[in-house]
């Protein structure tokens, strides 16, 4: 089937407003993960859901961010009263079982934060 | 703490030749290690996946080497093509834990001259 989706493609806000990133992971992967990667950066790991639960939170930068996943499926994250130090692009990946098996990535939304 | 080193300069070649990219990392004790390519706006796709117990994998024109003695992992393309330019990310696990929690290198671009 298709690869991981994820929309918009790119945003542009304003400092201050609130932004949501969704990504579609691949058909039947229970795993799901969000990475951030800023220019020159490596990626950065934010988030992991096993079906609907986030067993690890803890790449998540501040209390800003927040993301959730509904129906094992289609996830959400979301960033309340962006900062400039927020642009960067998200990146969202999908496994099929989580464990060691291998990440699938969207092609990201690129977020500016003007 | 943690860290992983790939070479932060374009590797420029030629077509034909063998192209090879370093990772090192440090205090780590990742149960394996993989290797990502990132082309320009889209996610990186895994390339290849390398145990701690393994030496080495092959796969078409690809070699990757693991050494967990000097902590350091080689990546060769053989018969390097245009095509294969592109930015080339190491990744660890090193958790303990069911799940994976890549941590990725800043990457290496590789340049394949005509």
């Known amino acids: 089937g298709a690869g991981v989706s994820q929309s918009p493609s790119n945003k542009v806000t304003e400092k201050g407003k609130d932004v949501e990133l969704r990504c579609d992971p691949i058909?039947?992967?229970?795993?799901l993960y969000w990475y951030r990667q800023s220019l020159g950066q490596g990626l950065e790991f934010l988030i992991y859901?096993?079906?609907?639960?986030?067993?690890?939170k803890s790449g998540l930068p501040s209390d800003r961010f927040s993301a959730e996943r509904t129906g094992g499926s289609v996830s959400t994250l979301t960033i309340q009263r962006t900062q400039q130090e927020d642009s960067a692009v998200y990146l969202c990946a999908s496994s099929f079982g989580g464990g060691k098996e291998t990440q699938y990535f969207g092609p990201g939304t690129r977020l500016l934060v003007l | 703490s943690q860290k992983i080193e790939q070479n932060s300069e374009a590797l420029n070649i030629q077509e034909g030749k063998t192209a090879t990219l370093t990772c090192n990392y440090t205090?780590?004790?990742?149960?394996?290690l993989q290797w990502y390519r990132q082309d320009p706006g889209r996610g990186p796709v895994f390339l290849l996946l390398i145990r701690e117990n393994e030496k080495e994998k092959r796969k078409e024109r690809l070699k990757v080497t693991f050494d967990t003695t000097l902590k350091q992992s080689l990546f060769h393309i053989t018969a390097s093509q245009p095509a294969d330019s592109a930015t080339y990310l190491c990744a660890l696990d090193g958790s303990n834990s069911g799940y994976s929690t890549l941590t990725f290198g800043k990457g290496t671009m590789l340049l394949v001259s005509p």
């Open positions: 859901f096993q079906g609907n639960s986030a067993p690890d």
């Open positions: 058909s039947g992967h229970t795993a």
């Open positions: 205090n780590y004790s990742p149960a394996y």
